[in-house]
T-cell receptor, first 114, second 115 residues
Framework: DAGVTQSPTHLIKTRGQQVTLRCSPK?????VSWYQQALGQGPQFIFQ???????QRGNFPDRFSGHQFPNYSSELNVNALLLGDSALYLC?????????????FGPGTRLTVT | AQSVTQLDSQVPVFEEAPVELRCNYS??????LFWYVQYPNQGLQLLLK??????LVKSINGFEAEFNKSQTSFHLRKPSVHISDTAEYFC?????????????FGGGTRLMVKP
């Protein structure tokens, strides 16, 4: 049973560019959440997608956007990259509409903005 | 809204010694509580969770945590650590009023087990 997968593993971008990160949820899961983990800090919630819609959003600017596809996979897009966007981006998947939703995390995508 | 404070950023300990990693939270509603572990260059793995019922929860690899509602704490303990326990540990909470199950994490505690 494949767990949560993310691509790419590492990415280097220049300030001002745009980036797309991808996530495939664990088999049987229908909800995808994205987190940003800056170096030396705990993860921070960006947003969550369920039934192809953004269900909840954390305190991140509109430069951060996402999408969920019919097969439940998801993309995170970041526009106009800033140096401060350098971080590990984690995707987590879960199932259902009744709490608690146990979240399973992928290995992350390490984004470096130069 | 919730917040989580992990009081120690680093905890050095010798192998086979006991350890406690402290976690305090703040919330205006009831919460679910979690401990995640992150090994170098990897994602997060769920270590244990408190949802309801018994306030003492245990993992399969010897860790345990106790939910203390009056002290709003969820400290993680292990009676005897191994070198392989060296990792970053994150405490997280999710409010029961949170339909989306957003997790709020603490800043993490780096457990360093020395031989």
């Amino acid at each position: 049973d494949a767990g949560v997968t993310q691509s790419p593993t590492h990415l280097i971008k220049t300030r001002g560019q745009q980036v797309t990160l991808r996530c495939s949820p664990k088999s049987g899961h229908d909800t995808v959440s994205w987190y940003q983990q800056a170096l030396g800090q705990g993860p921070q919630f960006i947003f969550q997608y369920y039934e192809e819609e953004e269900r909840q959003r954390g305190n991140f600017p509109d430069r951060f956007s996402g999408h969920q596809f019919p097969n439940y996979s998801s993309e995170l897009n970041v526009n106009a990259l800033l140096l401060g966007d350098s971080a590990l981006y984690l995707c987590a998947s879960s199932f259902g509409t009744i709490p608690p939703y146990e979240q399973y995390f992928g290995p992350g995508t390490r984004l470096t903005v130069t | 809204a919730q917040s989580v404070t992990q009081l120690d950023s680093q905890v050095p300990v010798f192998e086979e010694a006991p350890v406690e990693l402290r976690c305090n939270y703040s919330s205006s509603v009831s919460v679910y509580l979690f401990w995640y572990v992150q090994y170098p260059n990897q994602g997060l793995q769920l270590l244990l969770k408190y949802l309801s019922g018994s306030t003492l929860v245990k993992s399969i690899n010897g860790f345990e945590a106790e939910f203390n509602k009056s002290q709003t704490s969820f400290h993680l303990r292990k009676p005897s650590v191994h070198i392989s326990d060296t990792a970053e540990y994150f405490c997280a909470v999710s409010g029961l009023d949170n339909a989306g199950n957003m997790l709020t994490f603490g800043g993490g505690t780096r457990l360093m087990v020395k031989p």
